[in-house]
């Protein structure tokens, strides 16, 4: 400040006097003289300042409601020795992403930390870089953090700098959990000091504190017991016992709260002392210590009672109700006798008290926290009395599970799956930290509901103790990325212990996968694919469906007996995660051997289960090429159905899971196989003899299990209607042997008739044709797109034009006036949907002719209020020029006064000089 008033004088000065005349040599000498004269004079006139008021001047030359217009800027430096506590942390490399660390802070005082953030960025040459790196500056952010909860609170500190800036953090008493986000282009540093113990670090070193108890709870709870032992001390003396039965009770209810909570809370308070002796006797209590115990909480009680009466019954019978809630054993009277200091009764309890406490004073600190704890765990309304009840959101205890990521991984795989049971209710977060991209489930295995999830994370939820506990399932997504090794780990969040744990000791990260591939072949009914489920025994699978375009919706359903049992929605990619297969029962089929006379109808016991994908709303759009593609693999299973002669007899669809390519198995000779090895074919994934070409729009189906049930799962397509229909056509052939051949036959006459025209050099009737057909063992039909391509007929459609009369009606005077009718209730209905629009758009123009009137107005009162505190400004300072020239004028005034008393001096010496010339 001393340096700017120096400034000021100056200034304004500069703008009162203007620039002096040349002078020469002669009068330069004169004019030295004269002004030793005048300096001689002033000092004679105007004696020297003191220090004292030199220091009063410079103190108070700028009024301090003047300061903050005066100056925009403070810096304060700090000196780092002071500070007792030190933390720093760098990063000196590129992060596009910030960088998160935690502090943590547990006082009974106010605290103040000083953060001192340094970034390292490319501040460039030319002008326009420099404004670019203004832009890309580095960042800190200071916000309060709870693991517990998802909701991201506002910052209480922001730094943003190009080169180095500090800020203070002020914290109020308590424990405070804040992160600090931290983001740079080359690098940042970061050094925290304070006279207050902190820790900084990443999130495991700080989650480490936030299982114990916090300062504030601590000190709260030896206040309770400090004052408990001296109630103890003196409870056979009249005359200390009330004053410090009144300090116990203000300690553990304070005054200030509710008066009708009094009852439960001091049961509360009696249950928590006696399970603290309990812990410190390390036995349970004899009814002679019981009872003293109680006529010790019976006098804060009474003395509560004391306090704030009500209406209503009187102290005896109060006390008597709340005595029979906790000991029923025991008479009222008893106990008051016991309680009023200096009976024999009072003295009898006052030693075993005494006892007890020789007990509890070793390790007064533990049991001290563990009786609060329990009354914060037994009754909730004891966390508004006490101000420690603030640290409780930070208070939390974690537990760790991991396995291993394998090394063989798919696009797809199933990371971790197991069954959690929860030992009582409790608010649980989850936490995942994965090397690759991964997704969470929890779901209920009571009802088979999943927890809500929010941006694929699992939100905080309340988990109550259930029958079969809740799976945890974790589905992982590779894509083209390379695996990175490295560990899988979760972690569960609670407020207190003990935490839900696994049923099995060792955790599974070991599945048995089958899998189905297949090429889209759209369908009219947008069925992608239908695949059948067989289990063995009851075997709990995880099914997933993806398909190659990302952009596809379809709709994944579990079918038993054709009835959706099971469902799931996604966009290329979905996951029903948990699913129980029930086997059939073993002696069903006992029973159908036994009484062949019944139906044979499936019993509500029997399931059958099949996989069916739908494609919803259109979404997988394909190319031309993709199409004709498409098209040879319908033609292709069209003629696997074809039933003709012995070799059909034997003709066995090829199975998906062998993921082999389509138009070599057309080719291929068929096999013979029974229906056992073709599930068991299904049912073992990888046995490719060629993989499908992923250009081509394709799916995957998986369902995963544990390794040891893979055996008793076999996956296979769904080929039942096609076995009906060739069921079906062979019934008929043996029925009538030989009328596939005649039908194949009348088909190939047909087609030769109509394209006879068109083929000059082949046969011109069916001679040969039958001749052919005789001789051939397997015909086969052309095509339909080969068909389609040769034949151009020209047919009669008159047969198939449909008549609506069998004679013509004229249109009389009776149908023109009703079409007359008709037609104007149209128009009249036109109009008014029309006058109705027109409604609609007058209203919403002088909506937005008042919006923007209003918005004018709103712009005009800105304008105003933006003019009066220009004008106070200006006021100001105005007024703070006119003082500054008012001074100004008045120095001046004085000097001209000092000038005047001069004059006299001089002027006789300036004419005797002249004289001398003459």
């Not at 109680?294 to 005896?316: D, F, I, K, R």
């Amino acid at each position: 400040m001393e340096g700017t008033n120096n400034d000021l004088i100056p200034k304004f000065q500069s703008q009162q006097h203007t620039d002096p005349p040349e002078v020469t040599a002669e009068d330069r000498e004169k004019d030295t003289s004269s002004a030793d004269e005048y300096s001689q004079v002033v000092k004679e006139i105007n004696p020297p300042v003191s220090d004292d008021e030199k220091t009063f001047l410079q103190e108070t030359w700028v009024p301090i409601n003047h300061f903050n217009q005066c100056f925009q800027t403070l810096l304060i430096f700090h000196q780092p020795s002071i500070y007792t506590q030190h933390s720093q942390k760098a990063q000196q490399k590129s992060a596009e992403d910030s960088e998160s660390f935690f502090l943590f802070v547990d006082s009974l005082l106010p605290s103040e930390i000083l953060l001192s953030f340094s970034a390292l960025v490319h501040l460039g040459e030319s002008s326009e870089q420099k404004k670019e790196a203004s832009l890309c500056s580095g960042i800190l952010t200071v916000q309060p953090f709870i693991w517990k909860s998802l909701r991201s609170q506002l910052p209480m500190l922001s730094i943003q700098t190009s080169a180095c800036n500090a800020a203070k953090l002020q914290l109020l008493p308590g424990r405070h959990v804040v992160s600090i986000q931290m983001r740079a282009v080359f690098g940042f540093h970061l050094h925290l000091y304070s006279n207050t113990a902190f820790i900084f670090g990443d999130e495991d070193t700080v989650m480490s504190q936030l299982s114990k108890e916090s300062v504030r709870f601590v000190a709260q709870a030896m206040s309770i017991v400090k004052l408990l032992g001296q109630a103890i001390s003196c409870f056979s003396d009249e005359h200390e016992l009330p004053s410090a039965t009144r300090a116990l009770t203000d300690a553990h209810f304070p005054p200030e709260t509710q008066h009708i909570a009094a009852r439960e809370h001091f049961k509360v308070f009696f249950d928590a002392v006696c399970v603290m002796f309990c812990a410190a006797l390390g036995r349970q209590l004899t009814p002679e210590e019981l009872s003293s115990v109680q006529a010790l909480t019976v006098n804060s009680l009474l003395h509560t009672q004391t306090q704030t009466p009500q209406p209503g019954p009187e102290e005896e019978l109060c006390v008597p109700v709340l005595l029979q809630d906790n000991e029923k054993d025991f008479l009222a009277s008893e106990l008051l006798n016991a309680a009023r200091a200096g009976s024999e009764e009072s003295l009898d309890a006052a030693k075993m008290l005494q006892n007890i406490w020789l007990s509890v004073e070793p390790d007064l600190e533990k049991h001290a926290v563990s009786m609060l704890r329990y009354m914060f765990n037994a009754a909730p309304i004891a966390l508004d009395l006490y101000t420690c009840s603030m640290d409780e959101d930070s208070r939390m205890s974690f537990s760790d599970h991991s396995v291993i990521l394998p090394d063989l991984f798919n696009s797809w795989m199933l990371l971790y799956r197991e069954v959690f049971s929860i030992p009582k209710a409790m608010l649980l977060a989850v936490r995942v930290y994965s090397p690759i991209p991964c997704v969470l489930h929890v779901i209920n295995n009571d009802t088979g509901e999943e927890v809500p999830q929010i941006f694929h994370r699992v939100e905080p939820h309340v988990y109550t103790p259930n029958k079969n506990g809740y799976t945890f399932l974790a589905e992982g997504h590779r894509g083209d990325v390379a695996l990175p090794g490295g560990r899988w780990r979760m972690r569960l969040i609670g407020s207190c212990e003990p935490l839900p744990q696994p049923i099995r000791e060792m955790a599974l990260s070991n599945f048995g996968i089958k899998e189905l591939k297949d090429y889209f072949i759209p369908y009219d009914k947008n069925i992608v694919c239908r695949s059948s489920v067989r289990v063995s025994a009851d075997v709990v699978c995880s099914v997933q469906f993806q398909t190659s375009n990302p952009k596809v919706n379809f709709q994944l359903t579990i079918l038993d007996h054709n009835c959706p049992v099971a469902s799931s929605t996604g966009k290329g990619h979905t996951l029903i995660p948990l699913f129980t297969f029930r086997a059939d029962p073993e002696n069903q089929k006992e029973e159908n051997v036994e009484q062949p006379g019944k139906d044979t109808q499936p019993s509500p016991c029997t399931h059958k289960y099949l996989l069916q994908v739908e494609v919803l709303n259109g979404s997988w759009v394909v190319s031309e090429a993709d199409a004709t593609f498409f098209q040879t693999l319908r033609d292709a299973e069209k003629k696997k159905i074809i039933v003709g002669g012995s070799k059909q007899e034997e003709v066995v669809t090829p199975n998906i899971t062998e993921k082999s390519s389509r138009e070599k198995q057309r080719c291929a000779t068929p096999k013979i196989s029974k229906t056992k090895d073709k599930d068991k074919a299904a049912s073992k994934s990888g046995q490719t003899t060629e993989a499908l070409d992923v250009n081509k729009p394709h799916w995957i189906l998986r369902v995963v299990c544990e390794q040891a049930d893979s055996e008793c799962v076999s996956v296979s397509r769904d080929t039942e209607r096609q076995e009906k229909i060739r069921a079906e056509k062979l019934a008929w052939e043996n029925a009538e042997p030989g009328r596939a051949a005649k039908a194949l036959q009348s088909r190939l006459q047909f087609i030769n008739k109509h394209s006879r025209g068109l083929t000059r050099d082949g046969p011109a009737d069916g001679a040969e044709t039958r001749e052919t057909v005789e001789s051939s063992e397997l015909p086969v039909s052309p095509s339909d797109n080969e068909l389609h391509n040769s034949l151009h007929i020209t047919l009669d459609y008159t047969p198939f034009i449909r008549h609506y009369r069998t004679h013509v009606h004229l249109k009389d005077d009776w149908i023109e006036e009703e079409q007359r009718l008709e037609n104007l209730e149209r128009i009249q209905a036109f109009r008014l949907q029309r006058d109705a629009v027109l409604e609609h758009r007058r209203q919403e123009q002088l909506s937005r002719k008042d919006l923007i009137r209003r918005q004018l107005e709103q712009y005009d009162n800105m304008q105003v209020s933006l003019s009066e505190q220009r004008q106070k400004i200006l006021q100001v300072r105005e007024l703070f020029r006119a003082r500054l020239i008012e001074e100004v004028a008045a120095t001046e005034a004085i000097q001209q006064v000092e000038l005047d008393r001069t004059v006299p001096q001089t002027l006789p010496i300036t004419h005797k000089s002249g004289n001398k010339k003459k």
